[in-house]
């Protein structure tokens, strides 16, 4: 069982993750294709693509039960495991 911290903080690295993969992905663009650059930016986005695969797995099992926290169990409306810590 997850409580609500550590699945906010899980859906946070899902998305830290992911805004590493859009930088490199723009960053790959502006090498020339086929040169060393360009294939280990490839090579590191694909790394990457793997540790979202394997977070959002994470976020999936994690999410699949209720928090052990019964304060936490009581809230049930969207988005009340990331409310509290809200940006």
Same mark, same amino acid.
């Given at each position: 069982?997850?409580?609500?911290?550590?699945?906010?903080?899980?859906?946070?690295?899902?998305?830290?993750?992911?805004?590493?993969?859009?930088?490199? $992905? *723009? +960053?790959?663009?502006?090498? #020339?294709?086929? =040169?060393?650059?360009?294939?280990?930016?490839? %090579?590191?986005?694909?790394?990457?693509?793997?540790?979202?695969?394997?977070?959002? $797995? *994470? +976020?999936?099992?994690?999410? #699949?039960?209720? =928090?052990?926290?019964?304060?936490?169990?009581? %809230?049930?409306?969207?988005?009340?495991?990331?409310?509290?810590?809200?940006?």
């Amino acid at each position: 069982m997850t409580d609500d911290a550590h699945l906010d903080a899980t859906s946070r690295q899902l998305l830290a993750q992911l805004d590493d993969i859009r930088r490199l $992905e *723009h +960053e790959k663009r502006t090498e #020339a294709r086929s =040169s060393d650059e360009f294939h280990d930016l490839a %090579e590191e986005i694909s790394d990457k693509a793997r540790g979202v695969w394997a977070i959002a $797995e *994470h +976020e999936e099992t994690s999410g #699949a039960t209720d =928090s052990p926290v019964p304060r936490e169990r009581d %809230e049930m409306y969207p988005g009340d495991w990331s409310d509290e810590r809200a940006d």
